[in-house]
């Protein structure tokens, strides 16, 4: 099948050579994203969700196990795929706007195209009026929406964002996610992002899949079936505690 946006991670093992021996990392994960759906992974720390998601992106080979996307073996990094980080690594002598278009620089389009494109991005973020300041003007999370802009910019098929707001204060966080969920709405995507708050997985996702500590593994898989469009209201409903429950259970078995 060439769905376009489906990605599927096949048996996937992965460990690393470190002065003090092996460390397996990851055992065993396998599942399939459909496109244009939002899935969280969630898991403790250090359990191997990073490299899971360097894999993904095609940066780092798996020691067995595969990746595909739309139905074809994925073994170095495409355009297709966009990858986020934690701390928005924006250049800071380049304005908002020059970050937002240097992805399309090496694209072959027109600087007027360009511009068109970064100008709309812009505005999708509600960044217009910071166009042409530095990022140092921007908040913490200004810089990360700017940083998920540049990365949706390419109009990549796959978004991969990995603790994209693990950086920010409490309340800025729940902004930005509100954010995020406008900005997928208007621009669907097959999303895969990691997250340790598990309120912004269920907030955010069609499906919450839970890793065991290293060598991780998917532990469970959550469907996340409540209506859409969401807000922060929806943290209090009873289906929401509901499934906050059961992501809970499975961090903690
Ligand atoms: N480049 C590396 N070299 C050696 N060990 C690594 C490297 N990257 C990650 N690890 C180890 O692999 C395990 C998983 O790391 P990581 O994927 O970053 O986990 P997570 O993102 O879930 O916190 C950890 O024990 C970490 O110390
Ligand atoms: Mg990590």
Redesign the pocket.
């Known amino acids: 099948m060439t769905n376009n946006g489906s990605l599927v991670a096949s048996n996937i093992y992965h460990a690393?050579d470190?002065a003090a021996g092996r460390?397996q990392?990851l055992e065993n994960v396998s599942f399939s994203l459909g496109n244009e759906t939002f899935t969280c992974l969630v898991?403790p720390?250090?359990?191997?969700?990073?490299?899971?998601l360097r894999i993904l992106a095609g940066l780092v080979q798996p020691e067995s196990g595969s990746v595909s996307l739309n139905g074809s073996t994925l073994d170095s990094p495409r355009r297709k795929i966009g990858l986020v980080f934690q701390d928005a690594t924006l250049m800071p002598w380049r304005t908002v706007i020059q970050n937002i278009m240097l992805p399309l620089e090496f694209t072959g389009l027109s600087r007027q195209e360009q511009r068109r494109r970064a100008d709309s991005m812009l505005e999708l973020l509600g960044l217009s009026e910071f166009a042409n300041a530095y990022p140092s003007a921007l908040s913490g999370g200004m810089a990360q929406r700017l940083a998920i802009g540049r990365a949706l910019i390419y109009d990549p098929e796959v978004l991969l964002l990995d603790e994209p707001f693990g950086a920010l204060d409490a309340l800025t966080r729940e902004y930005v996610s509100e954010e995020l969920l406008r900005i997928w709405s208007q621009h669907k995507k097959t999303v895969l992002m990691?997250t340790h708050s598990i309120q912004e997985a269920i907030l955010l996702s069609d499906r919450v899949l839970v890793m065991s500590p290293?060598p991780?593994r998917i532990v469970k898989d959550v469907t996340i079936d409540l209506p859409r469009p969401r807000s922060l209201d929806d943290m209090l409903g009873t289906d929401f505690v509901r499934l906050e429950a059961q992501v809970r259970a499975a961090l903690r078995r």
């Open positions: 690393y470190a460390i990392a898991g720390s250090g359990c191997g969700k990073s490299t899971l990691v290293r991780g």
